[in-house]
């Protein structure tokens, strides 16, 4: 999978608290998205970041979800006061870039269980 | 948006047969990728193939844009190719890296 990185890949959270998931995109790439697979179900889109800019943020919940991709350091998902309907794997990606041919890479996936 | 179906939805095959998997999309894409996701949850990036033919081992995938389809042909098929096949793509006009994913077909492999 080209080297994207996440981490934890396994998280239990109980209702309330909150999650956070990282992702270290492959080694110069500058595109980092995020998604979100419940059971049984495909993978949807939530969010694209560059280096500090969130470009396209359709995707995700209004409330309680955030994303951010400093210029330093990983790509962060927040989920604050979880609900076990966000119990679902989150998926990270990157790119090199935004011209055609430029392949997605994705990582292993974070499993996010809340109780 | 942009609609993606595959078919068939579930698959099972004994060791060594031969298999093709389709995925039909509504509109022009400029990027479809196929993934697999096996056992274990992590996605494997197959093919990137907005056109065009490639093969890779006992995989190969076609993709006829004009006509809004691609096939995933699996020749030989092991246990280990076992797991969710995903077709995605991404159509003008939407972000790069917006992909939208097919339901997946469920590959089982038989000893």
């Known amino acids: 999978n080209a080297g994207v990185m996440q981490n934890p890949r396994h998280l239990v959270r109980r209702r309330g608290q909150e999650a956070r998931l990282r992702c270290s995109p492959v080694?110069?790439?500058?595109?980092v998205y995020w998604y979100r697979q419940l059971p049984e179900e495909g993978l949807k889109f939530m969010v694209y970041?560059?280096?500090?800019?969130?470009?396209?943020e359709s995707g995700m919940p209004k409330e309680r979800f955030s994303a951010e991709f400093p210029k330093e350091g990983p790509s962060i998902l927040r989920i604050q006061q979880v609900v076990r309907g966000d119990s679902a794997a989150y998926f990270c990606?990157?790119?090199?870039?935004?011209?055609?041919?430029?392949?997605?890479?994705f990582g292993e996936g974070s499993w996010l269980t809340v109780v | 948006g942009i609609q993606v179906e595959q078919s068939p939805p579930d698959l099972i095959l004994q060791e060594g047969a031969n298999s093709t998997l389709r995925c039909n999309f509504s509109?022009?894409?400029?990027?479809l990728q196929w993934f697999h996701q096996n056992p274990w949850g992590q996605l494997i990036n197959l093919f990137y193939i907005p056109s065009g033919t490639k093969q890779n081992g006992r995989l190969s995938a076609t993709t006829v844009a004009t006509e809004r389809y691609s096939l995933l042909y699996i020749s030989s098929s092991q246990t280990t190719d076992s797991g969710v096949y995903f077709c995605?793509?991404?159509?003008?006009?939407?972000?790069?890296?917006?992909?939208?994913f097919g339901q997946g077909t469920i590959l089982t492999v038989h000893p």
């Open positions: 995605a793509v991404r159509s003008g006009g939407t972000s790069y890296g917006k992909l939208t």
């Open positions: 509109d022009s894409v400029n990027n």
């Open positions: 080694k110069g790439h500058s595109h």
């Open positions: 970041l560059q280096k500090e800019n969130i470009i396209d």
């Open positions: 990606a990157s790119s090199a870039g935004t011209a055609s041919g430029n392949t997605i890479y």
